[in-house]
């Protein structure tokens, strides 16, 4: 282990965490489309872009409405979050067993290990859960890292929507990708 990845921890979000989450989620987006590489579908200069982090669906429980459960990875002196994975509930009921990833992290956190031991630790969360039996995400196509590591970790690609999203003149293609958590699930 490098001496930096000791002064890092990846927990459960804590509620005075909120507006530190924020400021990580901020100096995230803003680094989509930095050297012509998006992650993110949306420009982070667009009033529409998402504002904000709602600690309250963090006390719903897992099956009983819009939950989410957001895990960082958190620098120990500091405070700092540096990256993140939550996950959400999908909006209707007969999509209850089912639950939608999403991770990001800061340029300086990225090629350390955090990612996949965020994505462990969401997944070790998930397959505890009695009522959950499949973990989603959705990745742009040509963010090739990102894949390789979900293809690593037992994710398969379910799907491709082609041209799904424009930023400026660049066309993008959204990757679905899924997670089995249990055994003898559909295929």
Known sequence: ???????????????DAQDELIAHLQRHF???GEHGFHFIPFDPKDDASPAGVSMEHT?????????QRWFVAQETATGAIIGHVNLKAYALKTSAHRCLLGI??????????LG????????????AQDGLSWLDLMVFGHNTPAR??????????TGIKTD???????????????????SG???
């Open 116 to 127: 996949r031991k965020l994505m462990q630790t969401a997944i070790a969360f998930a397959q």
């Open 30 to 32: 803003a680094e989509s």
């Open 185 to 187: 699930l559909p295929s």
């Open 148 to 157: 390789t590591l979900y293809e690593s970790l037992g994710f398969v690609q």
């Open 104 to 113: 990001g992290l800061e340029r300086n956190a990225r090629a350390r290990g």
């Open 1 to 15: 282990m490098k001496p930096a990845e000791q002064n890092i921890a990846i927990i459960a979000l804590q509620d």
């Open 164 to 182: 799904c999203f424009r930023i400026g003149d660049t066309s993008i293609d959204d990757v679905y990708m899924s997670l089995p958590l249990r």
């Open 59 to 67: 006390r719903i429980a897992v099956g009983e409405g819009p939950w």
